[in-house]
């Protein structure tokens, strides 16, 4: 089963998201803090999609 993992940036994290944010998830991207949330995010772009070389089912999407 695939499993997707959604991050946006520390800095977007606004009063809409915050009670979606997954505290202790956090990662750095070039140099940014980007955060877990529990859903898609509607409405914002996406940045990158990668998939992990380890697990071939997990996938990350990181928005903008």
């Known amino acids: ?10 800095t977007k994290v606004n009063y809409k998201v915050i009670d979606f944010i997954l505290e202790g998830f956090d990662i750095n991207i070039g140099g ?7 859903k898609r995010m ?12 380890q697990n071939e089912n997990m996938k990350m999407v990181i928005y903008k």
């Open 1 to 10: 089963m695939e499993e997707i993992q959604y991050f946006i940036p520390a």
């Open 32 to 38: 940014y803090t980007y955060r877990r949330v529990t």
């Open 42 to 53: 509607k409405g914002r772009q996406i940045l990158h999609r990668l998939t992990s070389t």
